[in-house]
Each structure stands twice: as C-alpha cells, then as structure tokens.
C-alpha cells in the first residue's frame, strides 16, 4: 500500500460525458501529480500541482482540469470525453515540489472506459 | 517522454541471465535518475534510483550506472528471475520536467 488512495477504481461512461476523479496524497506529501496510461503505452504526464498551486503542466488536454484543494486532494475532470480517453490515470505523491527530490508513490489508479 | 528515451521497447532474456536496460537524457541539468517497475496491472513502484554525484548504485540483484558525460543511465539486473518480468521506466526530471522513457516490457522465461 503506497498510502496514495484513489476513487474510483472503475468508471464507465458515454462520449461526451463529464467524470470527475479524486486522489489523496500519502500523508504529509505536498506534490500530486497525474499520469494518463493507454493501453500497453507508457506514462504520459498531465500535470503537477504543490501545496495547492499548479506547479508543471505537460501534455494535458483542454478538455482536462484539474485542482489541488486545502486539503491537498486532487481532482481530475475530464470533459467532453472521447473514445481515445480511455485509459488508466494515475495519481501520485511526493514530498517535494520537484520530481527529482525523491520517489513518487503511485496510487493504483483509476481505468476509464469511455463508450 | 519529452526528454528521455529508452531502450529497448521490449527485452527478453532466459531465467538466471542478465539484463540491462538503458535510457538516455537531453537536460544536462537533471540531477536525480529513478527507475520503476510496474507489474502487469499494478502501479509503478521505485526500485533504485540514483543521484548524479555518483556513478553506479547497487541493490542486491539490481544496480543502475550513470554516464553524465554522455548523458546515459542503464538499469542492470543479474541473475533474472520470472517475478521480474515486467515493464521497468527510467526517468531524468528536471526541477519542472516529469516526464519517463517510454517503458521497457522485459521477459524472463523460466
């Protein structure tokens, strides 16, 4: 158990649809960052957010948003979903602003089915 | 990524065999090289990684090498056994740059 906990686990939606998913950081960590996992693809950065600011953005989608709140949980909202959106999102954790301050733990993610 | 590629996309090797894995990096300022592993539908988890005032790590049957000059890192493992067949990830962030290789499927068969 990484202590990265992610809902839900399995979502199955429409095209066109709206879907909200959520993370909690491990306890303490600052940094949440989201990956997108297409089939058999590799991890594909979508965006950083620390202690609340959105910190790095990568190869996000228009259509994709996401938030850290006071808390420090996250949310990932993807709008006007298409087919090629299916995919395993990831969530993970550290403690530092930066991705070379040390691990990242990785929640189990969440799949996506868009039909 | 954007910034780091990795080779070979898929590796297979015998049980007991070795095998070495290698990403190379673009920013000459990234600083901090993990490695991940990420088990058929399961999440990536570190397995070693290392920082760039040294030239090689070891971690029982896991080491991975660095070459600054170059700007290469290879993971190796010895002695392969079946439970490491999966898809291992290298990365080279940067203080704003979280990107990782594309993955490397590896296969050991028994």
């Known amino acids: 158990d990484s202590g990265v906990t992610q809902t839900p686990k399995h979502l199955i939606t429409a095209t066109g649809q709206r879907v909200t998913l959520r993370c909690s950081p491990r306890?303490?960590?600052?940094?949440v960052y989201w990956y997108q996992q297409s089939l058999d693809q590799g991890l594909q950065f979508l965006i950083q957010?620390?202690?609340?600011?959105?910190?790095a953005k990568g190869n996000i989608l228009e259509r994709f948003s996401a938030q850290q709140f006071p808390d420090l949980h996250s949310e990932l909202n993807l709008s006007s979903l298409e087919l090629g959106d299916s995919a395993l999102y990831f969530c993970a954790s550290s403690v530092g602003r930066g991705m070379n301050t040390g691990e990242l733990f990785f929640g189990e993610g969440s799949r996506l089915t868009v039909l | 990524g954007e910034n780091v590629e990795q080779h070979p996309s898929t590796l297979s090797v015998q049980e007991g065999d070795s095998a070495v894995i290698k990403c190379t990096y673009s920013d000459s300022a990234s600083n901090y090289f993990p490695w991940y592993k990420q088990e058929l539908g399961k999440r990536p988890q570190l397995i070693i990684d290392i920082r760039s005032n040294v030239g090689e790590k070891k971690d029982q049957r896991i080491a991975v090498t660095l070459n600054k000059t170059a700007k290469h890192f290879s993971l190796h493992i010895t002695e392969t056994q079946p439970e490491d067949s999966a898809v291992y990830f290298c990365?080279?962030?940067?203080?704003?740059?979280?990107?990782f290789g594309s993955g490397t499927k590896l296969n050991v068969k028994p």
């Open positions: 990365a080279a962030p940067n203080f704003n740059k979280f990107y």
């Open positions: 306890s303490g960590d600052l940094s």
């Open positions: 957010y620390y202690n609340g600011e959105e910190r």
